[in-house]
């Protein structure tokens, strides 16, 4: 649990820009098909 947690936060620490990209697109495509 932890490793994969802190593996996430470096990467997205890393990229900033793919952070916000990645999670946003992923979140409105699964509301918009719910």
Same mark, same amino acid.
Request: no cysteine.
């Given at each position: 649990r932890t490793p994969g947690w802190i593996a #996430?936060?470096?990467e997205q620490k890393e990229q900033e820009s793919l952070k916000i990209v990645r999670p946003? #697109?992923?979140y409105l495509?699964?509301?918009s098909k719910v």
């Amino acid at each position: 649990r932890t490793p994969g947690w802190i593996a #996430q936060w470096i990467e997205q620490k890393e990229q900033e820009s793919l952070k916000i990209v990645r999670p946003r #697109q992923l979140y409105l495509g699964e509301t918009s098909k719910v």
